[in-house]
């Protein structure tokens, strides 16, 4: 059932498989979309510009996949591929999500509050003015940022657990930052990546990134940044940098 007005549109869930909840997302005309009862229904969002889409429940796989510009919003946990090859504008997640959030995003930032699973930044690129950015709440599950090649992805660790990140951190990662809160240099990295603590013109780079996440969620930007934080980058001696075209 839809409930439309000048401003925004009401959509319960209930009921409908994720080809009818998208038939009656694309038909809503407001710039506000705010959809109930949720319950795992794909591809919520998928290619959408210009829109605000606000979620009740746990949308399934592939949320706001080819995302081009619209902001969605999530109170709930989310599934697997959260933001799978966006180009622009922005996913709050008010809660954890699965794998491979942020599968080759190009652009625009997703903001989770909890954890995420594995290969999360798997394939994150940037593109001239376009810089991705993947900032997590929580802990990472392994491989994170696999394969690389730019934007930024930042764990903030706010449970404190004993490692921020699962296992093979930045396998064959070729471009882009990582940056963990807490000092973790001593973490088991592949030889082509490099940890040290971020210097306060690095730390200043991801603000604007950490002030979304406060807006988001709460906390304090400069308590955060008043934390050391290690920062990851490949080597300049990478192998893998000789196999991409580097614009």
Known sequence: MTVQTLCAASID???????????ALAAAQAPEIILTHVLGQRYLGDASSGRRIVIHGTPGNALGAYLDGSEIEVFGNAQDAVGDTMNA?????????????????????ILIQGDAGYRAGIHMKAYRDKIPQLVIGGAA??????????????????????SPVGYFCGTGMHG????????????????????????????EAI?????????????????LLGQPFTLLTPDTKNPYRQLYTVL
């Open 141 to 162: 599950g392994s491989f994170l940022g696999e394969y690389q090649a730019g934007g930024e992805i930042i764990v903030l660790n706010l449970e404190e657990r004993k």
């Open 176 to 203: 882009g930052r990582i940056y963990l809160r807490g000092v973790h240099t001593g973490l088991d990295l592949p030889k082509q990546v490099l940890a040290q603590i971020a210097a306060p013109q690095a730390l």
């Open 207 to 223: 603000r604007p990134a950490l002030e979304a996440f406060c807006t988001a969620f709460g906390g304090s930007v400069d308590a």
């Open 89 to 109: 504008g922005s996913i709050i997640v008010h809660g954890s999500c699965g794998d491979a959030a942020g599968y080759a995003m190009r652009g625009g930032r």
């Open 13 to 23: 869930a209930r009921g409908l498989d994720f080809r009818a909840l998208n038939d």
